[in-house]
């Protein structure tokens, strides 16, 4: 099974709104700290085959990244 979003933390900053997304796979999640950088994945992700499909040039793809988190708030309703 691929790599899927289970559930989403958003939370405010100061220049925005951050997210921790729990996967499918334990102690890897799909974090933004809501500062304006890059979303990416955090934790024993390098553990676990296969990721090729969200990486580029051997770095996670943010925006496959970003539509796995677009997927999961289409199923739960919710839209942002």
């Known amino acids: 099974m691929g790599l899927q ?3 989403i933390r958003y939370f405010k900053t100061n220049r925005g709104l951050g ?3 729990k996967t499918n796979h ?3 999640e799909i974090h933004n700290d809501g500062q ?3 979303t ?3 934790g ?3 553990l676990i085959k296969p990721f090729d499909n969200l990486k580029v040039n051997g770095r996670e793809n943010e925006w496959a990244l970003e539509e796995l988190l677009n997927l999961y708030e289409r199923s ?3 839209i942002c």
């Open 76 to 78: 739960q309703g919710i």
């Open 44 to 46: 024993q992700y390098s």
């Open 5 to 7: 979003v289970s559930s």
């Open 40 to 42: 990416y994945l955090f």
């Open 26 to 28: 334990e102690g890897v």
């Open 19 to 21: 997210y921790q997304a």
């Open 36 to 38: 304006g950088g890059e």
